[in-house]
């Protein structure tokens, strides 16, 4: 099969050989030899663990902060969603 190196100086294989590795040797007669290849890490790193402990809110803190959550959800409750007043805006600036 032959095969021609574009102006960018690339060959295309076809979809078959598609994610695949090749290993590329120049022979000294000017032969290109492609190989394929599979690569195989020579150290597998370790994954850091981390741990991370979030509060849980619990039913005291609701009460605790009860006028605090009745005041945010008043306001937000007369609020449009944010991509709403976004598009508002813009129309308003034009």
């Known amino acids: 099969?032959?095969?021609e190196v574009g102006a960018s100086g690339q060959i295309s294989l076809g979809k078959k050989?598609?994610?695949q590795l090749?290993?590329?040797q120049t022979m000294e007669d000017g032969r290109i030899v492609l190989q394929p290849v599979r690569v195989v890490?020579?150290?597998q790193e370790e994954s850091a663990?981390?741990?991370?402990?979030v509060?849980?809110?619990t039913d005291?803190?609701?009460r605790q902060h009860s006028a605090e959550i009745d005041q945010y959800n008043a306001w937000a409750a007369g609020r449009q969603p944010y991509s709403r007043r976004v598009r508002q805006w813009r129309a308003d600036k034009k």
Not at 49 to 53: H, L
């Open 1 to 3: 099969m032959l095969k």
């Open 17 to 19: 050989y598609a994610g």
């Open 22 to 24: 090749f290993d590329l």
């Open 41 to 43: 890490p020579m150290v």
């Open 49 to 53: 663990q981390y741990s991370v402990q």
């Open 55 to 57: 509060p849980v809110p």
């Open 60 to 62: 005291e803190w609701a």
